[in-house]
């Protein structure tokens, strides 16, 4: 217990590092997922296509291929950068494909009859969108949106595993291998750092999962 | 199944405007497509000397190389299979332990099995990789790695199998114990086969989650296909080929397992319904599994 109080400052690190690869990577997956899923429902058969495409190939990828391929594939095409950015780019693409599928699935969720509804008692395009197919639509993306970006927090100690430093997975290494420290206190406090995240996020989205639920 | 709420079925102006978006989309991604052959031309990336150990037959390299990967892949689907099996024996013996305690005492099992959702995979990997030989376990690498995905999955396989059991009428418990079945058989023989059914797809999906986790083993050392792929990368030095083949056989692998899910779906809803009953609305089911799948997965 004391190896983890005495290296408190070394797990703070880690987490905001944690947390903040996931911020970074977060708002990118978020808009590029968002982006493909408009592709996806779009009514031109190419984006559909392109977008497709795009979410078949990386969500069947794994995602150390994805991180591996960034890593030392980008390089070799002349895409020079820090390691840590190509660990957020894999990140990022790899959670993309998975945020583009919450979104689609949340549009699609509101039935057809609540445009139709909608255009019969005379709102405009705008109006109908707005009023009638976004609010619902938002409320049945949330729940699922928030299970992929839990999952991207856990997919981010792979990032650590990969060597960005300081990461709170990466930590485990300093101590173990630099320190010499027990094994067994050092890895328990990683776990209860991912912990600390997730476990939270768990009950936070199970709160917001019941506020926003949509009786259909 | 194309109408979406978004839009109305296009008029004949509106199908002007998106042949004239498709022209420019396919222009746009012509252009992409040019100039990553120019960009990898330019880089050198598309010489024999890259491609020819993945390629080219006759390359020296050619036959260790595949050999190599084969063998990788199959210590992969090996250690899937395991820790699939073993998931699913473990996480329905959860599911159903679950079920049968009373209120007050599950927390004892719903606790262990929030903490184990929270933690990374690859964090349980690596823990069972370092920990168990400090408690005097010491195993091959690939029973760490199923051990460590066991970890994870099976708690996501015994909420798959709880929601099994919830989707189930009420009669089928009630007309169990009318017929005098013990609660245990009543699981064993008609709630438990019916669940399994149900969530079948849900399985699938899972294990194509379990395949690619497998790539993880890579953090232990264990010389699956990935792990192989970085060491032939940093002899052959063409790591952006190697990525990419690797990546195209996992894609392909998953891609078939996903259709299965999707084919067993479509075979599970028509047998349930009958051969009598309107063929109609196959969405309903395939969309519950698929909420099911999606908060399993990622």
Redesign the interface.
């Known amino acids: 217990m004391h190896i983890i109080v005495d290296n408190i400052g070394l797990y703070r690190d880690g987490l905001l590092m944690t947390l903040r690869i996931c911020l970074y990577a977060a708002i990118g997956s978020l808009v590029l997922g968002t982006v493909i899923a408009a592709f996806r429902v779009s009514p031109i058969p190419p984006l559909r296509a392109v977008g497709t495409a795009w979410v078949t190939v990386l969500r069947n990828c794994p995602l150390t291929v994805v991180l591996f391929f960034c890593a030392f594939g980008l390089p070799e095409l002349g895409v020079n950068g820090a390691y840590f950015w190509f660990a957020i780019t894999g990140l990022v693409l790899y959670t993309s494909a998975f945020v583009c599928e919450a979104v689609r699935s949340g549009v699609n969720a509101v039935p057809p009859g609540q445009a139709e509804a909608a255009r019969a008692v005379g709102l405009t395009f705008t109006q109908s969108l707005s009023r009638v197919v976004l609010p619902q639509a938002i409320r049945s993306v949330v729940p699922p949106l928030g299970s992929v970006l839990i999952a991207m927090v856990k997919n981010s100690a792979i990032v650590g595993a990969f060597g960005v430093a300081g990461e709170l997975f990466n930590v485990q290494g300093r101590l173990t291998s630099a320190q010499g420290l027990d094994l067994i206190p050092v890895l328990l406090g990683v776990a209860a750092g991912y912990l600390l995240i997730t476990i939270p996020a768990g009950v936070a989205l199970g709160v917001i999962e019941r506020k926003v639920a949509v009786l259909r | 199944m194309t109408?979406?709420?978004?839009?109305d079925s296009?008029g004949p102006r509106?199908r002007r405007r998106?042949l004239l978006?498709?022209v420019v989309?396919?222009l746009a991604?012509a252009a992409v497509a040019v100039f990553v052959v120019l960009?990898?031309r330019?880089?050198g990336?598309l010489t024999e000397e890259r491609w020819g150990p993945i390629l080219n037959p006759a390359n020296p390299y050619f036959t260790a190389l595949w050999t190599g990967l084969g063998t990788a892949l199959l210590r992969n689907a090996q250690a899937a299979v395991l820790a699939m099996s073993l998931s699913l024996l473990l996480g329905t013996l959860l599911a159903v332990t679950r079920v049968g305690l009373p209120r007050w005492a599950r927390w004892a099992v719903v606790g262990p099995m929030?903490?184990l959702?929270?933690?990374?995979?690859?964090?349980a990997i690596?823990?069972a990789a370092?920990?168990l030989p400090?408690f005097g376990v010491d195993l091959p690498l690939l029973w760490y790695l199923v051990i460590g995905l066991t970890a994870y999955n099976m708690v996501i396989i015994a909420e798959i199998v709880r929601a099994g059991l919830a989707s189930l009428p009420r009669g089928q418990a009630e007309a169990a114990a009318a017929v005098g079945l013990t609660p245990g058989q009543a699981m064993r023989s008609i709630l438990l086969p019916q669940a399994f059914r149900a969530m079948l797809p849900a399985l699938i999906s899972q294990l194509?989650v379990i395949f690619?986790?497998t790539?993880?083993g890579?953090?232990i050392g264990y010389l699956e296909a990935?792990k192989i792929?970085?060491i032939a990368?940093q002899q052959l030095h063409n790591?952006?080929q190697l990525?990419?083949t690797?990546?195209v056989i996992?894609?392909l692998?998953?891609?078939l397992l996903?259709k299965l899910a999707m084919s067993v779906e479509r075979r599970l809803s028509r047998a349930r319904r009958g051969p009598v009953a309107p063929p109609a609305d196959d969405r309903a089911s395939v969309?519950a599994a698929?909420?099911v799948a999606?908060?399993a997965?990622?």
């Open positions: 109408t979406s709420v978004l839009f296009p509106t998106i978006g498709s989309a396919c991604l960009r990898l330019a880089q990336q929030e903490l959702r929270g933690l990374p995979v690859v964090i690596f823990f370092r920990m400090e194509v690619k986790d790539s993880l890579f953090v990935v792929t970085s990368a790591p952006l990525y990419l690797i990546g996992f894609i692998i998953n891609y996903s969309d698929l909420a999606g908060t997965g990622g």
